[in-house]
Nanobody, 116 residues
Framework: QVQLVESGGGLVQAGGSLRLSCAGS????????MAWYRQAPGNQRELVAR???????NYADSVKGRFTISRDNAEKRVYLQMNSLKPEDTGVYYC??????????WGQGTQVTVSS
């Protein structure tokens, strides 16, 4: 079955950096689009960044220029490099497999907390 395991979250001061990692298994990783979502307390889950099977990327306006999504198909991993973090980036970050329209499978999430 599909499994996604995130790691790399933590507590960081504003302006700092974190790198999230997601290990995928149970599916053909190389042909799937992958994405990172986040959910802050009281808010809906939102798309942060997406990467296609060919490496094309899309970002939420709020993270453009600060976050970078990448993938390693040999290792079956997707990464989210987060720089210049802001308190409003705080939330639970989820890795997801996507089809053309929506996420189909989720990881368990990893907490990111940015202190001011």
């Amino acid at each position: 079955q599909v499994q996604l395991v995130e790691s790399g979250g933590g507590l960081v001061q504003a302006g700092g950096s974190l790198r999230l990692s997601c290990a995928g298994s149970g599916f053909d990783f190389s042909i799937k689009a992958m994405a990172w979502y986040r959910q802050a307390p009281g808010n809906q889950r939102e798309l942060v960044a997406r990467i296609g099977s060919g490496g094309s990327t899309n970002y939420a306006d709020s993270v453009k220029g600060r976050f970078t999504i990448s993938r390693d198909n040999a290792e079956k991993r997707v990464y989210l490099q987060m720089n210049s973090l802001k308190p409003e980036d705080t939330g639970v970050y989820y890795c997801a497999v996507r089809d053309l329209l929506r996420p189909t499978h989720w990881g368990q999430g990893t907490q990111v907390t940015v202190s001011s």
